[in-house]
């Protein structure tokens, strides 16, 4: 393939825009931000279940609180209402003894009742402290999470501004290329990501091998505007005035 040298030094700088749209790319693919984003949402979703798990236990050790006050409520107004039939003297007095001890019996009942009130409340006490625990920890985690977003979001802002100058640099560039040269280079990248690398001494720079005397001395005996490439990774040799030719 025949091209002009300054078309072939183009190839160059296209490579450099192509490798840079590369690098961009890999980034947006691989932001800093994502496996620890990937935590946060699995701290948060873990933190999330844990508290809808202590609002249900909180939720149903207040039913119960609610249950054990209407006991003690009910063997009270039981009490209350003996008590008074007691004190009024009403009846005879088997029935005045019958009261006597209803209420002693009363008076043990709303003492049980009024202790399991009491340890479902401290249970309670507990169970909303774990809920208030697992509420704060899940707010920090969503704070968190929010925050890597937001900070995802400005790098890919700023990345996606910075690929959309690159790729209307190569876009102004492209056409500007020998469209046989531009064709095979496309080629060539399509395959090994650089198509084009310059020959600095005797070494490809896109390989990183030195040339054997054979290949420099083809590559010296070819005219300026044949395109060469290099034996070991096939991509587009481009001669420039650090090359040992």
């Known amino acids: 393939m025949k091209a002009e040298l300054q078309q072939q030094w183009k190839l160059l700088d296209l490579q450099k825009l192509d490798t ?4 961009i790319d890999h980034r947006l693919a691989n932001l800093p931000q994502a496996k620890e984003l990937a935590e946060a ?19 149903d050790v207040e039913r119960e609180i609610s249950r ?15 008590r008074k039939r007691l004190d009024a003297g009403q009846g005879t ?9 209803e209420l002693d019996t009363l008076a043990r009942r709303q003492s049980v009742l009024e202790d399991t009130e009491l340890e479902i409340m401290e249970r309670a006490e507990e169970l909303r402290e774990r809920l ?15 925050e890597l977003k937001d900070a ?33 280079y496309d ?20 390989c990183g091998l030195e040339l054997n005397a054979s290949d420099l001395a083809r590559i010296k005996a070819a005219s300026a505007d044949t395109v060469v490439n290099c034996d070991e ?13």
């Open 20 to 23: 840079r749209l590369d690098q």
């Open 41 to 59: 949402k699995a701290t948060a979703d873990s933190a999330t279940e844990e508290m809808v798990l202590a609002q249900t236990a909180v939720s």
């Open 68 to 82: 054990s006050e209407a006991d003690v409520e009910q063997v009270r107004e039981r009490a209350a209402r003996n």
């Open 93 to 101: 007095a088997k029935d005045l003894q019958a009261l006597q001890h």
């Open 132 to 146: 208030d625990g697992f509420t704060k920890a899940a707010d920090a985690a969503e704070v968190k999470v929010k």
């Open 152 to 184: 995802m979001a400005a790098d890919s802002k700023q990345l996606d501004a910075e690929r959309a100058q690159v790729a209307s640099k190569r876009a102004d560039m492209a056409p500007t290329i020998n469209a046989e040269l531009l064709t095979e």
């Open 187 to 206: 080629r060539i990248r399509a395959r090994s990501g650089v198509a084009a690398a310059a020959l600095h001494g005797r070494r490809c720079m896109g």
């Open 233 to 245: 990774c096939g991509r587009i040799l481009v001669r420039t005035a650090e090359s040992d030719v």
